[in-house]
């Protein structure tokens, strides 16, 4: 089926640092979402990418849809301790049938945050 | 609005035991799918259903079984609980289809153990 290499796995960063992280695929996606994981929680959606090249905000966020539709990165800038989590990169293709497909993730990257 | 509703939030199973975890989601959503979540292994989709009384088999099915008698409620049962089936559990649905304008909403989780 189809993957997503998510890069880095995890990182260890200094509160106020900003840090990127990455996905790509073999795959075309029409949309590219980013989640975050709480500790003992389940993920919820950050960010969601509808077109090919859109950047998009969300506070301190900004993720964009890679032009050639097969990546996206999630750029968190002067972090703070409460970013601490696992951050999920997801995929979704067209179907077949032009219905969307299931959404694909990503293996998470931990994000550790020291104040 | 609850959202997706996941219970129970814990557990402990003796191996070859039995039980149902539940998934509830108020908000008239057509796909429900059951995730499990392992250090390392990112989220693997367990099963699926797009619809009540559809149902599919996602990356991981083995030990596992599902109905979706209603739109609202999606259980996973597990037959005969095996140690290898130590995981936490997500329940997440989707509206429309698939994958939806905003993506997936997640429960809080189950975190199983089985001993």
């Known amino acids: 089926g189809q993957q997503l290499n998510q890069s880095p796995q995890s990182m260890f960063i200094q509160e106020g640092e900003d840090v990127s992280m990455n996905c790509t695929s073999s795959?075309?996606?029409?949309?590219w979402l980013w989640y975050k994981q709480d500790p003992g929680e389940g993920p919820v959606l950050l960010i969601a990418?509808?077109?090919?090249?859109e950047l998009t905000s969300n506070g301190r966020l900004t993720a964009q849809f890679g032009i050639t539709r097969k990546d996206s990165f999630l750029n968190i800038s002067a972090s703070i301790p409460s970013d601490v989590g696992i951050y999920f990169c997801?995929?979704?293709?067209?179907?077949?049938?032009?219905?969307?497909?299931?959404?694909?993730f990503g293996k998470g990257m931990k994000l550790t945050v020291n104040p | 609005n609850a959202g997706v509703t996941q219970t129970p939030k814990f557990q402990v199973l003796k191996t070859g035991q039995s039980m149902t975890l539940q998934c509830a989601q108020d908000?008239?959503?057509?796909?429900m799918s059951w995730y499990r979540q392992d250090p390392g292994m990112g989220l693997r989709l367990i099963h699926y259903?797009?619809?009540?009384?559809?149902?599919d088999q996602g990356e991981v099915p083995n030990g596992y079984n599902v109905s979706r008698s209603t739109t609202e409620d999606f259980p996973l049962r597990l037959l005969s609980a095996a140690p290898s089936q130590t995981s936490v559990y997500f329940c997440?649905?989707?509206?429309?289809?698939?994958?939806?304008?905003?993506?997936?909403?997640f429960g809080s989780g189950t975190r199983l153990t089985v001993v």
């Open positions: 908000m008239n959503h057509e796909y």
């Open positions: 990418l509808y077109k090919a090249g």
């Open positions: 997440a649905s989707s509206y429309p289809g698939t994958g939806g304008i905003d993506g997936y909403t």
């Open positions: 259903s797009v619809g009540a009384g559809i149902t």
């Open positions: 795959s075309i996606f029409n949309t």
């Open positions: 997801a995929g979704q293709a067209l179907g077949f049938q032009g219905g969307s497909e299931k959404l694909v």
